[in-house]
Nanobody
Framework: QVQLVESGGGLVQPGGSLRLSCAAS????????MGWYRQFPGKQRELVAR???????NYADSVKGRFTISRDNAKNTVNLQMNSLKPEDTAVYYC??????????WGQGTQVTVSS
């Protein structure tokens, strides 16, 4: 089993920044990738950014140049630095861990609201 604990969501004005963090614990010896997804009301969860153990990096087109994902393998954390936030970034953000044998694990979700 894997546990993911997220932190860092909240309310920010357009153009502002937020940093999301996710700490993984438990059976984490076989991680394939860690990343962030988001979900808009009434929509399916979508990829924001993901980083594999092999170094492959994926960003949604809508966040390229504004969001940066990083991992600290020693601390088993993944972070998402979000700059130049827009109202359309408002969503619930979920940390994801893809385990080689056990599949997907999800955090509890953290609300990000971009509004003046």
């Amino acid at each position: 089993q894997v546990q993911l604990v997220e932190s860092g969501g909240g309310l920010v004005q357009p153009g502002g920044s937020l940093r999301l963090s996710c700490a993984a614990s438990g059976s984490i010896s076989s991680i394939y990738a860690m990343g962030w997804y988001r979900q808009f009301p009434g929509k399916q969860r979508e990829l924001v950014a993901r980083l594999t153990n092999g170094g492959s990096l994926n960003y949604a087109d809508s966040v390229k140049g504004r969001f940066t994902i990083s991992r600290d393998n020693a601390k088993n954390t993944v972070n998402l630095q979000m700059n130049s936030l827009k109202p359309e970034d408002t969503a619930v953000y979920y940390c994801n861990l893809l385990h080689r044998a056990q599949g997907d694990y999800w955090g509890q979700g953290t609300q990000v609201t971009v509004s003046s």
